[in-house]
């Protein structure tokens, strides 16, 4: 179990986009060959931290990857789209969704997001 994130804590500002692929015959289509949609979702307010990072070998090139946590309070609209694609738009950086988990600490809850970030 986690710390539970101080309220203070709370202080970076995330938006979160869901990927809305355009719709085909009346239903979303997902997967290879289509194109990502993003739309933006909601704008939150957590706690960003590194967690670890790595080197990977990409077409010949090494290119850093990063695991980050990104803490915020529990959310249902959040919970609602959390299945679907999400990706995150920190200060300006794009993370993508790899993880969840959900945690609770007496009456309060907590979403605990790792994002992962390739790339420069």
Known sequence: MRKKPEISE????????T???KILYGSATVGAGF??????FKTVRGKF???????????????????YEYAIRYDSQIMGVVDLQL???????VYTLDDFDV??????EFFFFTLLQYGK
């Open 10 to 17: 709370l202080r970076t500002f995330a938006l979160v986009q």
């Open 19 to 21: 990927n809305a692929p």
């Open 35 to 40: 194109k990502d949609k993003y739309q933006d």
């Open 49 to 67: 931290i590194q967690r670890r990072g790595s080197t990977e070998l990409s077409n010949g090139t090494k290119l850093p990857a990063k695991a």
């Open 87 to 93: 990706r995150f738009i920190i200060n300006g950086k």
């Open 103 to 108: 945690e609770i600490y007496g009456k309060q």
